[in-house]
């Protein structure tokens, strides 16, 4: 089947949620997110088609739309087969194209990112296996070969890439098996910054209802409602359970140093992005401060790219490995991530939220507790419960505090039409009769 | 003049040259570039207008200009007197607007910072000033003001900044007499991989007469294509004169240090771009492995953030510090880098090139050495002899191997309407007949 599978269109839509209505998803930073995503369709000879998407928070994601509107030149009348041969060689042609490569990370890669994984869901689909069986189905060397090792190979080269696939091959039919039976365990982001703590202590106990015992905070705003909220929060899920707390880049480094010094009475777990995202140096720093404290330190949500992965897992700077579905160049970049913190032993714990990342990061959650690290323990997976029945046809599901290991072919990011319709931006029912959309686009 | 000026319209133009006819600017990595520009004129209820560019290598070119279009709205019906009150207001609503700062760095800092370059150049428009001159003439509160600290402090505090700035009053006004007698030494960027020795050759010698003794080439093709160029570039400029070698990110750092321990008996004065832009730690062990074979390391075309020159230059990865005038969110950003390399002692050596960069690099050396570093000696300002005559009103000039200090009020970058109008992409009469846009944007 995949070798007559031949790309005939990309489309590509602009969907958005008013998220900001209710404060869903704030913090220090991010005021008033409203979760969007550019939805890509990848439309073939066949009825089979590639979906995937590229999650942003509001104004700025018709500008990815566009820049994968550009690219789907280099996708339209491809063929499935040509990819599957060498993913890395369409991964090449976009993220390192001579002339687009001036544009950097950011925009770009995200964009070029959202094309390479709707090939890969497209490969999926046409194979009938959910992404992270397909992953854990190629063979050490296919997993190398999608890696550009340009930048890598001095902290990770493809010989110890391969040693390190090779040996997860063993037991792998068992934690197959086990994984089948409980997917990774999720944790659960309830403490936004917007919202009453009564709101929040309902959000939790319904989650403890579900077997969630890790649980997320927004801090940073100010240090004495961080005291307050922390208090509240170790009032509600006791002192025994995993609180993290995340910053969302709000501090400088010093600062971030300080304010979680005074926050280590409660016994946070890691402090996700205390500065910015792109500081190695700041990241050391503040890693080296806070281990006598117990503190981890996390990040990856807007790592712009794998050089800057590199660095924070080579150097000890984070103690867990946030990786993101969409903020890099597509699975190619994450086969590479995920590689790297496997030799360094730094556990995945991948970022989520917003529309559809959960249904992506779970696949290398599963992935990499299957076939890479070949751990589960210390293992943590974030998870939100909103934005999913009424957006997918396949929702993502948890059992007892872990993800359900998925079944049905691809990432599971085929959308209901009616929301789709309802939501495209800026002429969905949702939007048309709101402030115009430039007026909303930039609220301050 | 400036409490009355209100922008009444933004303009945008895709403006594009295909300069990969004749591989000018061609490296290892971007093979065929067409210099290209997203040219801004802002329009005011005067006869005033802000200029600005930002600069790409072809396609993605429309990308930027997407991006400006949209923030556009941010400036539109703002007076100018605003931004003067508080040029900062405007380069954090924008570079850290609470939703669009997810799309990180690249193309929509890129376009930000067009935004906020136009909004300097009206301000000087405005003045009747160069921007050196505009910049210079601001007190050093003023200047710290312009700078968003929140990732900077832990290397360079506000305060260290204004007595940097303080000292920089003493005898400025010696420097700007000398600095009017001759602008900052510039030097020739020559050796294109593409070119032909024989076409180099003709080039050097005509830089020659016009006082150049500081020459640059493109290395990291082939190891025994670089040592053929440079032997023959030695025998052209002699075994005195500076010669810089720019590898434009075509190596992995192991693979960097090597490269380069083999020409080290050609003396490259340093070697810039040796690995991936974001690789602080990568060019902090380059660094040291060259250091004793008197290499310098360079870096700041594609230097994505202030963050990472933070990083590169606190550490001493980079001994030679090439701010750029289009990469980050414009002057404000600059000026912090300016500062910080004034901290750590770090020559600021411009990049040059493209259309329009050497037109506005100029004035940020000039400042640099005026008020800041103060300094002459060790700093060189890249230059390239071509897309001036034919393009700018007032084209940028050397005498005796120096930038001639500009006199025009604000960048120099008021383009011929003749240039702008055939070099529109894509309908202007130089594209109208090639290849189609998509077609040629993508050329493999």
Redesign the interface.
Known sequence: MISSLTITDVEVTDVRVPTSDNLMGSDP??????YSAVVIRLHTNSTVQGHSLVF?????N???A??VR?LA??VVGQQLDTFVQSPAALHQ?MV???????????????AAGGLINALWDLWAQAEGKPMWALLADLTPEQVVACVD??????VLTPEQALDILHRGRNGIEARRERLQQHGPVAYSTSGWLGLSDAQIEVDIKAMQDRGFQHFKTKVGGNLDDDIKRLTFLRGVIGDEACLMTDANQI????EAIEWMLQLSAFKPFWIEEP????????FI?IRQALKSQGIGVAAGE?V??P??F??ML??GALTHCQIDAIRMGGVNDVIAVILVAAKYDIPVCPHGGGIGLCNMIRHYAIWDQLAVSCKREGRFVEYLNFLQDDVFEAPVTVSQGCYDTPVEPGWGLAMKPSFIEQHTFPDGAVWVDRPGP?GA??T?
Chains 1, 2 share one sequence.
């Open positions: 930073f991010h005021k008033k997110p409203d942003n928070i509001g104004a700025g018709d500008w990815v566009y820049g550009d030149v280099l042609l390192e194209h001579h002339q687009m490569r001036w544009l950097a990370d950011g925009v770009f890669r995200m090792w340009r930048y890598l190979r001095d501090w400088g480094v010093d500065t910015a995202r792109d500081d190695v140096l700041g720093k807007q712009p790219s050089v800057i590199k660095q080579a150097s430039v686009a930039f301050a």
